[in-house]
């Protein structure tokens, strides 16, 4: 007859000894994890982009960065996808990132005054949409030009993008409708924003000298007020 030990299958004292992580693998797995993160929400969820022109004045100011949400416009083909997902669609007034048409490697960002099969007409530097004047609050008065743009339909699947910033704007009044394959996302936050002019050097290109500077005027350049402010 065999002996007993006293110790019941599966006691917690019979099981070895595992040997446990390292605190320095825990920390790398852990930063591994936050950077495949970030990368996602970076390439599918939200961009950040910076604003180099008073065009859109005084809603956001050159020396904004703000964030793009991705999702916004997001094509869905069922309807669980829609009510899952934070898509919608493109409305009258939002503000949207998009590449230009007549520069697709560019990102612009305007104001959406008219959707597909309206029409669109400017009397007196008012935007009349479908015959009727357009409330804008969101334009400063002093921004708002005399001017006159004869009457426009929209094409289906394209849509009509205006700067708040009347008097310093190139839109669709100059350079025509915009597809909406063009329109990346709906721009919604102002993350920081700086009083400085950008860094100099080439548009869109990272090196350590820009890199500095930036971080040279988000220190000492912040317009703190602005951070974290929503975009209407």
């Not at 930036?214 to 703190?224: A, D, M, N, T």
Request: glycine share 8%.
């Amino acid at each position: 007859m065999g002996t007993r030990t006293g110790f019941a299958d599966g006691d917690p004292r019979l099981e070895p000894d595992l040997p446990g992580k390292s605190t320095t693998r825990e920390y790398a797995e852990t930063i591994l994890i936050c950077v495949l993160i970030f990368v996602f929400l970076r390439a599918f969820v939200f961009q950040q982009s910076e604003i180099p022109s008073g065009s859109m004045e005084d809603t956001v100011l050159p020396g904004d960065y703000i964030l793009v949400n991705r999702m916004s416009y997001a094509p869905t083909g069922f309807d669980w996808e829609r009510r899952l997902l934070p898509v919608g669609t493109v409305e009258r007034g939002d503000l949207v990132v998009f590449k230009h048409p007549l520069e697709p490697e560019r990102d612009y960002i305007k104001r959406v005054v008219g959707l597909p099969n309206d029409t669109v007409e400017v009397r007196g530097g008012f935007v009349y949409v479908n015959g009727e004047r357009l409330d804008e609050p969101y334009i400063n008065p002093l921004y708002r030009t005399r001017e006159y743009f004869s009457t426009k339909r929209v094409p289906p699947g394209e849509y009509f993008l205006m700067g708040d910033h009347r008097c310093d704007s190139a839109d669709s009044r100059s350079w025509g409708t915009v597809p909406e394959r063009l329109i990346k996302g709906r721009a919604f936050l102002i993350l920081f924003s700086t009083s400085a002019p950008p860094p100099d050097g080439e548009p869109g290109r990272v090196t350590i000298k820009s890199t500095l500077r930036k971080l040279w005027y988000i220190v000492f350049h912040s317009r703190w007020d602005r951070a974290l402010s929503s975009i209407d």
